[in-house]
């Protein structure tokens, strides 16, 4: 059968055949050299690890918390590095990305933030088992360097959060952080650096806010005062 549609082409078939067989593994060669063999842009990826350290004013409670993963749009929870040169524009940092999404981070420093200031008997995520009193639920409405008209970005962190009750649902109270630590230069290092402090900075606030609030409803609730009023 090969030989016979050879044998039937048409004058000039078969250098149109020949051509087209290199075009193609031209294609394929062109592909094969994007996949393995071609100059990769190196990345730089950034771990943040801010400590919170305890205020003294925060009070020590006794019962269990769950954090649930916060919510955030697709565009903010992204592992590359978010910045804003003017108000109606994003951009990204090239060649430069975070180790972990925006939402973890914040879980993350929220938890560590409250399991090391030792004034809760017990807190985890969400899911994890735990007989939670209250689960703080977050949506997270900006992570990025924010140059807002100056000279420098700064590290633009805001998130509404919510205590939730949880053998009734109610939400206990309400209230958004926003934090914004200026960077020490334009470079992706410093500004990396920034988050890191608004990360902590942030963290610690919704810390004492989540045991705070807690504290307050459960004196209303089964203490013998009154008029305590709720941080909201």
Known sequence: MMTMAIGNRKPGTGR???VAVMAA?????AGCSVLGGGQREKATIYAPDPRVVA??????????????????????????IAVRPTPGELQVYKGASW?????????????RALEDSGRIPAVARQGTGINADYKLVMDM????AAYAGAALPSATIELNAKLVHSSDQ???ASRTFLHATPATGTDVGAVTDA??????????DVAG??????????RLAHGPESGVEIAR
């Open 25 to 29: 593994l031209a294609v394929v060669l």
């Open 141 to 144: 409405r900006r992570f990025e």
């Open 16 to 18: 149109r055949f020949r």
């Open 209 to 218: 806010w989540v045991l705070a609030t807690g504290d307050a409803h459960e």
């Open 195 to 204: 988050f890191s402090s608004s990360l902590g900075q942030i963290g610690g």
């Open 99 to 111: 180790a972990k999404t925006p939402t973890d981070m914040l879980q993350d420093t929220i938890l």
């Open 55 to 80: 205020d003294p004013a925060w009070p020590t409670v006794a019962w269990q918390l769950s954090v649930a993963s916060p919510t955030a749009a697709r565009v903010i929870d992204s592992f590359r």
């Open 170 to 172: 109610d939400v206990v």
